[in-house]
């Protein structure tokens, strides 16, 4: 079973913030949190990772809780181009062969 | 490449016979991981290459399927005596030395069994 847990869908209104969470109560001192994204029929794509620090890049920001057990990916201002299923998934720096990818959450941004 | 790189982009094979799928990771990414991907769901870990170590290939779920890697860089995932449950799309990735990159995936072999 997959080690995180999300919301299996979410709807967002174009031009507004869509803030996907993700609950992770049994992360390990040494995962980090990673986000990836999956438009319909293509191969995933990495978003952005953290492991206890605030993370922002150019797609999104990651909001790490202080106690590390859950997450929130921020895209600031969603676009049409960001429906796509989200996975949050944990993955370890030493030993990552068997990540578990979740059904992730299927955001759906509308006009 | 600029990025991973997998072929054929579609499959469509008989039951029975045998199928190759083929994936070029990005020049200097040590690791590489093939999942498949049925319709609907979450992507399922087959196998994992990490630079000269032994593959791990606890995910494959039966002895038809086989993957090798050839001098570190391509790699060919082989499906015998195909069935109409292998039916998915086959995703590749791969991921630079070190622990903390996210993985680069292609965009995927759809494997069609009729």
């Known amino acids: 079973d997959a080690k995180t847990t999300q919301p299996p869908s979410m709807d967002c209104a174009e031009g507004r913030a869509a803030n996907l969470p993700c609950n992770h109560s049994?992360?390990?001192?040494?995962?980090?949190v990673y986000w990836y994204r999956q438009i319909h029929s293509q191969g995933p794509q990495y978003i952005i990772h953290?492991?206890?620090?605030?993370e922002t890049n150019e797609m999104a920001s990651l909001i790490i809780t202080e106690d590390r057990k859950s997450s929130t990916l921020i895209l600031p201002h969603a676009t049409l181009r960001d429906t796509a299923v989200y996975y949050c998934i944990l993955q370890n720096a030493g030993n990552n062969r068997k990540l578990i990818w979740g059904l992730g959450t299927s955001l759906a941004v509308n006009p | 490449g600029a990025g991973v790189s997998q072929s054929p982009s579609n499959k469509v094979t008989e039951k029975g016979k045998d199928v190759e799928l083929r994936c070029d990771p990005i020049?200097?990414?040590?690791?590489l991981y093939w999942y498949r991907q049925s319709l609907g769901q979450g992507l399922e870990f087959l196998i994992y290459?990490?630079?000269?170590?032994?593959?791990?290939k606890s995910g494959l779920p039966s002895d038809r399927f086989s993957a090798e890697r050839t001098g570190g860089s391509v790699s060919t995932l082989t499906i015998q005596r195909t069935q109409q449950e292998d039916s998915a799309v086959y995703l590749c990735?791969?991921?630079?030395?070190?622990?903390?990159?996210?993985?680069?995936f292609g965009s995927g072999t759809r494997l069609t069994v009729v």
């Open positions: 020049s200097g990414h040590t690791a």
């Open positions: 049994t992360i390990s001192g040494n995962e980090y």
């Open positions: 953290g492991l206890k620090n605030n």
């Open positions: 290459f990490q630079g000269n170590s032994a593959p791990d």
């Open positions: 990735a791969s991921r630079p030395p070190g622990g903390r990159y996210g993985y680069t």
